[in-house]
């Protein structure tokens, strides 16, 4: 464990300021949001059907769209 923290205090001496976990938050915030954002987007759909069964097939094809929708914004803080 202390040979960690040393390995950790070594590479926060040597990064500059603007390096560092800086990106690791953004895209795990990204991804976080995205992931909240699919679990909504399935729940309401599940939601839906057990609402109207009839709907499901329409109900499943808005769903995926919803969910790529969401799934792009992990991407985009991922590699922008």
């Given at each position: 464990?202390?040979?960690?923290?040393?390995?950790?205090?070594?590479?926060?001496?040597?990064?500059?300021?603007?390096?560092?976990?800086?990106?690791?938050?953004?895209?795990?915030?990204?991804?976080?949001?995205?992931?909240?954002?699919?679990?909504?987007?399935?729940?309401?759909?599940?939601?839906?059907?057990?609402?109207?069964?009839?709907?499901a097939n329409a109900i499943l094809i808005q769903s995926i769209i919803g969910m790529a929708l969401?799934?792009?914004?992990?991407?985009?803080?991922?590699?922008?």
């Amino acid at each position: 464990m202390i040979e960690l923290l040393a390995q950790a205090q070594e590479i926060a001496q040597t990064t500059t300021p603007t390096e560092g976990i800086s990106g690791s938050i953004q895209g795990g915030l990204g991804c976080l949001g995205a992931a909240i954002g699919v679990g909504i987007v399935g729940m309401k759909a599940a939601e839906a059907v057990g609402r109207n069964p009839d709907a499901a097939n329409a109900i499943l094809i808005q769903s995926i769209i919803g969910m790529a929708l969401a799934e792009a914004v992990a991407f985009y803080s991922l590699f922008l």
